[in-house]
């Protein structure tokens, strides 16, 4: 090859070392918060690539309760990817805004469905929005499969029902939790419409996990990628219905036309959604996406260990002169 053909020289990470210098700071006092989007802020810089070797539900709620951010990956039917969102704003809260419920003429064995899916001790039981009864694993302890027809009114609890009014802080739900030893505080208006739900899992979590992102009701924050072709808007609208904190228009070459269009039929669509898009490994590409309406852009053609692209597409650049 001419040297003329050799535009730069590239260097990535395990190219430099950081010469060390005098310091004054103790690693205790470092504060490692940054911010993925305007009004998303990580409490370590870490998001988990939206692979489907690597992110799903499970991984979402590990990094989001470390303090970062993980991206559901994009291949899977849209139902599924919009539950694997679903099951990580479930599944860590400061009250759960709209807990599964169940009618108390269903029958046992939907309430067992129901438990066994989300991964819950115990449903609310409400009929027209409000608080009749909850069910647990405690009522259900001896049915077999025989009970199954019968209906759940004829196992919940109903009585002196243990509930708490709106606006009942973690704190506060500690206390009748602990009193009356259960696990779980139904929230509740002065018409008894059920509001929402405090359990003690979530209580000791928020304890265990202190630096867990988390959204403006207390749920972990999870973000999803979609592609730049055929249903993605319809796949955005399903994401977006199961409360995704971001989404990411996620390709292997983010400068390119299709995902420009796309990003600026997702911003016209959903004007208040934060929009993530990549990949790019050049200034003008960084560029092009920012002002497409990108709120956050993602550098790196291939650097990653998995990662095939350099290999197979003969493209990309060093990381280290790609961020710079």
């Given at each position: 090859?001419?040297?003329?053909?050799?535009?730069?020289?590239?260097?990535?990470?395990?190219?430099?070392?950081?010469?060390?210098?005098?310091?004054?700071?103790?690693?205790?006092?470092?504060?490692?918060?940054?911010?993925?989007?305007?009004?998303?802020?990580?409490?370590?810089?870490?998001?988990?690539?939206?692979?489907?070797?690597?992110?799903?539900?499970?991984?979402?709620?590990?990094?989001?309760?470390?303090?970062?951010?993980?991206?559901?990956?994009?291949?899977?039917?849209?139902?599924?990817?919009?539950?694997?969102?679903?099951?990580?704003?479930?599944?860590?809260?400061?009250?759960?805004?709209?807990?599964?419920?169940?009618?108390?003429?269903?029958?046992?064995?939907?309430?067992?469905?129901?438990?066994?899916?989300?991964?819950?001790?115990?449903?609310?039981?409400?009929?027209?929005?409000?608080?009749?009864?909850?069910?647990?694993?405690?009522?259900?302890?001896?049915?077999?499969?025989?009970?199954?027809?019968?209906?759940?009114?004829?196992?919940?609890?109903?009585?002196?029902?243990?509930?708490?009014?709106?606006?009942?802080?973690?704190?506060?739900?500690?206390?009748?939790?602990?009193?009356?030893?259960?696990?779980?505080?139904?929230?509740?208006?002065?018409?008894?419409?059920?509001?929402?739900?405090?359990?003690?899992?979530?209580?000791?979590?928020?304890?265990?996990?202190p630096k867990a992102v988390k959204d403006d009701v207390g749920r972990l924050r999870v973000g999803a990628?979609?592609?730049?072709?055929?249903?993605?808007?319809?796949?955005?609208?399903?994401?977006?219905?199961?409360?995704?904190?971001?989404?990411?228009?996620?390709?292997?070459?983010?400068?390119?036309?299709?995902?420009?269009?796309?990003?600026?039929?997702?911003?016209?669509?959903?004007?208040?959604?934060?929009?993530?898009?990549?990949?790019?490994?050049?200034?003008?590409?960084?560029?092009?996406?920012?002002?497409?309406?990108?709120?956050?852009?993602?550098?790196?053609?291939?650097?990653?260990?998995?990662?095939?692209?350099?290999?197979?597409?003969?493209?990309?650049?060093?990381?280290?002169?790609?961020?710079?």
């Amino acid at each position: 090859m001419k040297s003329e053909k050799i535009i730069m020289k590239g260097l990535t990470f395990d190219d430099v070392l950081v010469i060390p210098a005098h310091s004054k700071v103790l690693p205790s006092e470092v504060q490692t918060e940054t911010w993925l989007t305007r009004d998303i802020k990580l409490n370590i810089p870490f998001v988990s690539a939206a692979m489907d070797t690597v992110t799903e539900a499970q991984m979402a709620i590990a990094i989001a309760q470390e303090g970062g951010l993980g991206f559901i990956h994009k291949n899977m039917a849209i139902k599924r990817q919009a539950a694997e969102v679903d099951k990580v704003k479930r599944s860590e809260s400061g009250m759960i805004i709209n807990p599964i419920t169940i009618d108390p003429d269903k029958p046992i064995g939907e309430a067992l469905a129901l438990m066994a899916r989300y991964a819950i001790s115990g449903v609310p039981v409400v009929k027209d929005g409000k608080l009749v009864g909850i069910i647990t694993n405690r009522d259900l302890r001896f049915i077999t499969a025989e009970n199954f027809n019968s209906r759940v009114a004829e196992y919940m609890t109903s009585e002196n029902l243990i509930t708490a009014p709106m606006g009942t802080t973690l704190e506060e739900a500690v206390k009748p939790l602990q009193k009356h030893r259960i696990e779980k505080l139904p929230v509740v208006d002065a018409d008894g419409i059920l509001k929402g739900l405090i359990t003690i899992k979530d209580i000791r979590k928020k304890m265990k996990y202190p630096k867990a992102v988390k959204d403006d009701v207390g749920r972990l924050r999870v973000g999803a990628a979609v592609g730049v072709s055929g249903d993605f808007l319809e796949r955005v609208a399903a994401l977006v219905e199961s409360n995704v904190d971001v989404v990411t228009v996620d390709t292997a070459h983010g400068h390119s036309e299709k995902v420009l269009k796309a990003i600026e039929k997702i911003k016209q669509t959903f004007p208040n959604l934060p929009l993530v898009a990549g990949n790019v490994a050049t200034y003008d590409g960084t560029l092009a996406l920012a002002k497409a309406g990108a709120d956050c852009v993602k550098v790196g053609i291939g650097p990653g260990s998995i990662c095939t692209t350099r290999v197979v597409a003969g493209v990309g650049v060093p990381q280290l002169t790609a961020i710079v």
